[in-house]
């Protein structure tokens, strides 16, 4: 039996993103959350890990739950190329999957993928369109010459039908641009870990509701949004995780919308000053007690649980519980311990 992402991100579950050391942790954490009731589980990517790949073992080892990449990097990958790897990887997952991605951050394209950086959003409003067609290849060639990709495949041989012909793609946005592409021409948004629900309000609704408005859409275009989920018996230590996760991504100032929101520029400065003199203690000490509760879920098991239902629960469509990246599978673990209560009845 498989489920159908196209139907279920309607639903208010709550998910989680496996973090684990290597893909072996990150495919036996998604096999955990389907036992223990999750509605999905999310692959992340980075430089040194494969969303695609990690996605394609968590499909290995699961058979119910909704498979996530949260996200891949759309612009490090040709359109044939990442319509390739999202074909086969649906079929790996019967039919289960969400194809998340993301531009990364104009530094990460220059320096990582080697792009210009320049004009994500409209790449992405080009590429969501040109990815679908791909899908199509088995009932016509695909010919586009656009602003910034040019893209001609005509089959030779048969192509076999896909999976599916309409794979689910959610796209990441922060700034009220990038969300505004996603309203255009995504089936939905992956939210960021640093987002708030005050954020969610003022600026991610209108701008989805503005991009759907302009492209003629109806409907509201659901969120699926990270939540940095911090747990362990040690109060002090689950808070100090959440900060280290924080202010990793405070460094920059992609992010300088969401912090300004709530009156984090102090935090933001002292952040970057403890970065630029490499002092990663001083970045952790310079997240303040509100910003985590801004921001995050931090402490024991009840306490997540309660600031959970407090504040966070039923703000999006899916919530992603995102434990702290680099604390490995024990961090994940103590999230699905925590959270396994209010998720739905585990799976048989």
């Known amino acids: ?18 973090a684990g050391h290597d893909v072996h942790e990150v ?9 223990a009731g999750f509605e999905s589980a999310w692959a992340a990517e980075f430089y040194d890990r494969s969303a695609v790949v990690a996605a394609a073992a968590m499909a290995a080892v699961t058979e119910t739950i909704t498979v996530g990449t949260g996200i891949a990097y759309g612009l490090g990958r ?12 649906d079929a790996v997952c019967g039919g289960r999957l969400i194809l998340g991605l ?33 899908w199509r290849l088995d009932e016509a ?54 987002f708030t629900p005050e954020y969610l309000r003022h600026t991610v609704r209108p701008a989805l509701q503005a991009g759907a408005d302009r492209a003629g ?29 924080i202010a990793f991504y405070a460094s920059v100032k992609t992010y300088d919308a969401i912090l300004a929101l709530h009156d984090f520029t102090d935090e933001a400065a002292a952040i970057r000053a403890a970065r630029r003199a490499g002092d990663l203690e001083a970045m952790v000490a310079a997240v303040s007690d509100r910003m985590i509760d801004t921001i995050a879920v931090a402490g024991t098991p009840e306490q997540v649980r ?6 966070w629960a ?35």
Not at 172 to 187: L, P
Not at 306 to 311: A, K, L, M, N, S
């Open 217 to 245: 859409r109806t409907g509201a275009v659901p969120v699926a949004g990270y939540v940095i989920c911090a747990v362990d018996p040690d109060e002090n230590h689950a808070r100090r995780l959440a900060a280290a996760q």
């Open 78 to 89: 040709t359109p044939l190329v990442l319509a390739a790897e999202a074909r086969d990887l």
């Open 141 to 194: 060639p695909v010919r586009h010459e656009g602003r910034f990709y040019r893209t001609h495949v005509v089959p030779t041989a048969p192509v076999a039908a896909p999976t599916r012909r309409a794979i689910p793609v959610y796209l990441a946005g922060v700034n009220a641009r990038m969300v505004r592409a996603a309203g255009a021409v995504a089936d939905g948004l992956v939210g960021h870990p640093l």
């Open 1 to 18: 039996m498989t489920s159908d992402p196209s139907t279920t991100a309607t639903q208010r579950g709550v998910s989680l993103v496996c």
């Open 102 to 134: 993301g531009t990364g951050t104009r530094r990460m394209q220059q320096d990582w993928h080697g792009l210009s950086g320049e004009h994500p959003a409209p790449r992405v409003e080009e590429l969501v369109p040109l990815l679908r067609r791909l």
């Open 27 to 35: 495919a036996a954490l998604a096999a955990h959350a389907e036992q």
């Open 314 to 348: 039923g703000l999006y469509e899916q919530t992603l519980l995102y434990p702290p990246s680099f604390a490995g599978r024990s961090a994940t673990t103590a999230v699905l311990d925590a959270f396994a209560p209010l998720t739905c009845t585990p799976t048989k």
């Open 306 to 311: 309660t600031q959970f239902t407090t504040r």
